[in-house]
Nanobody
Framework: QVQLVESGGGLVQAGGSLRLSCAAS????????MGWYRQAPGKQRDLVAT???????NYADSVKGRFTISRDNAKNTVYLQMNSLKPEDTAVYYC???????????????WGQGTQVTVSS
């Protein structure tokens, strides 16, 4: 069993900052890319940022220059530092990871349960 557990969401005023964390646990052999997605009410789930095991990053245009994704491979954890938050950043944020479990040893896609981020104007 592999689990992704997010933390760090909450309520913040526009212009403020939050840091999300997502820790992967369970019978893990290796983790490939990790990322963050978000889903606002009535909208589809969209990519926010991804990071490869080697540290290469990719961001949605809407968050470039404001959000920073990072990871600690030793802790199987990915982070999302969110600065200069805007009301339009309000959404449920989901962690995603490509994980190879110990058994069976093939790549699977996993999602966290989501954490609410609310930015007030």
């Amino acid at each position: 069993q592999v689990q992704l557990v997010e933390s760090g969401g909450g309520l913040v005023q526009a212009g403020g900052s939050l840091r999300l964390s997502c820790a992967a646990s369970g019978s893990i052999f290796s983790i490939d890319a990790m990322g963050w997605y978000r889903q606002a009410p009535g909208k589809q789930r969209d990519l926010v940022a991804t990071i490869t095991r080697g540290g290469s990053t990719n961001y949605a245009d809407s968050v470039k220059g404001r959000f920073t994704i990072s990871r600690d491979n030793a802790k199987n954890t990915v982070y999302l530092q969110m600065n200069s938050l805007k009301p339009e950043d309000t959404a449920v944020y989901y962690c995603n990871a490509g994980v190879v479990p110990i058994t069976p040893p093939r790549l699977n896609n996993y999602w966290g349960q989501g954490t609410q981020v609310t930015v007030s104007s």
